[in-house]
């Protein structure tokens, strides 16, 4: 083994240790301050990855019906989580203010790791993220989350000129839009489910999430929500 293969090795490692170390322990670690935490667990019993994509959807099919729970997000739940966190469940989701994780999963404080961004798209600070929420915080799911009449995809159809960092955007988004390219019905809506799916994939380049999925840790599942019926779809 190389020197440079040996660091890397070295480098994955000690992250899984982190990770395996933390989880285990049930404390949460922040890297930054080196000051442990009691841990804090979340009102589910969610041990799998099945089981937490269950509860996201329970959640939401309570949402768009209107028989929403409105679990921990009470004072003391507040002060409970104060003290460390451990999400069952992690959103990849757009900016979109129509589209709040905590509300329409019907979820509270500390439920869910929710990382957003216009068009859900997985760039390397937002994998980064979502390899913490995983490795070390223990969410057992990601859900890459598009959205029905989203403005960043609808951007990227029209090709126009746009100001600033959007264009960083608009290029993340474009090989959905490629892909997407022929199919039947609506081209909005297809353009947006493939970007979820080009996105999902972009997330199991990272070898943190593909090793977690490996060992059936983790899943990376894909929803596309309909801001009309307020129901998420999967489509992956």
Do not use: W
């Amino acid at each position: 083994m190389s020197s440079k293969q040996q660091k890397n090795y070295l480098s994955r490692r000690n992250l899984l240790q982190l990770g395996t170390g933390v989880i285990g322990a049930g404390v949460a670690l922040s890297v930054a301050s080196n000051v442990v935490t009691p841990e804090v667990a979340t009102a589910q019993n969610i041990t799998t990855p099945d089981e937490a994509l269950k509860a996201l959807l329970d959640g939401n099919n309570r949402f768009a019906n209107r028989k929403r729970r409105y679990g921990n997000q009470s004072y003391s739940r507040l002060l409970e989580v104060a003290k460390g966190q451990k999400p069952f469940a992690s959103i990849l989701g757009c900016a979109d203010s129509r589209v709040p994780s905590e509300i329409i999963f019907d979820q509270g404080l500390g439920d869910l790791f929710v990382c957003r961004v216009a068009g859900n798209i997985a760039i390397p600070e937002g994998i980064g993220s979502l390899e913490y929420g995983s490795l070390v915080l223990g969410a057992k799911v990601i859900l890459v989350l598009g959205h029905e009449r989203c403005g960043a995809v609808t951007a990227t159809l029209k090709g126009e000129e746009v100001p600033g960092q959007i264009g960083k955007l608009i290029e993340a988004i474009k090989p959905g839009v490629e892909k997407s390219k022929g199919q039947p019905g609506d081209k909005l809506e297809n353009a947006s489910k493939a970007n979820i799916l080009v996105q999902i994939e972009n997330l199991k380049t990272s070898q943190v999430l593909s090793e977690l999925i490996n060992a059936n840790k983790l899943k990376i599942v894909g929803g596309y929500y309909d801001l009309d019926t307020g129901i998420v779809s999967l489509v992956s």
